[in-house]
């Protein structure tokens, strides 16, 4: 006999589509001939890549994260994806992103990906930053400029 799965409390029973509107700041997303699959759609691993891209791209360009050479860094510790309508090549995508959650040490950002000129996402998720010491992977309080910078995208 199988015994029902109850997922966690995290988990909304019916994930919907989010509004454009409710998003900070946007980042335009050329989508690539390999980021299909053999189904005619962009494979699921590559919604991920742009949830990053989006984030860290928004970071740099605000000057308050330096992958190269900055003494604090984010780790991906959560990461979590509800698709509602296909994407593929040829299209550009519209990330959407705002913070969520801001820590003492980490941030829960939430991306909306939208076919360009959609109003609806057609996925939306989060992935959760720590932001640790480059050296010793230890949590760090957010430096001061990026916190500020958060701010303004919850």
């Not at 509107?21 to 759609?41: C, E, L, P, Q």
């Not at 939208?114 to 430096?143: C, I, K, M, N, S």
């Amino acid at each position: 006999m199988n015994t029902p799965v109850t997922p966690p409390a995290s988990v909304p029973a019916k994930a919907q589509p989010d509004a454009r509107h409710r998003y900070k700041a946007f980042r335009a997303i050329s989508t690539r001939w390999m980021d299909n699959d053999v189904y005619g759609h962009v494979n699921n691993v590559v919604y991920y890549s742009w949830f990053d891209t989006a984030v860290n791209a928004t970071l740099i360009e605000q000057g308050v994260l330096d992958i190269h050479a900055g003494t604090t860094i984010g780790l991906v510790v959560e990461t979590q994806c509800f698709y509602f309508a296909p994407l593929a090549f040829p299209q550009t995508i519209d990330a959407g992103i705002r913070v969520a959650k801001l820590g003492t040490s980490s941030v829960r950002y939430e991306v909306g990906l939208f076919a360009q000129g959609e109003d609806l996402t057609a996925a939306r998720g989060h992935f959760v930053h720590v932001y640790v010491d480059r050296e010793t992977r230890r949590p760090v309080p957010l430096p001061a400029p990026l916190k500020a910078f958060l701010e303004t995208l919850t």
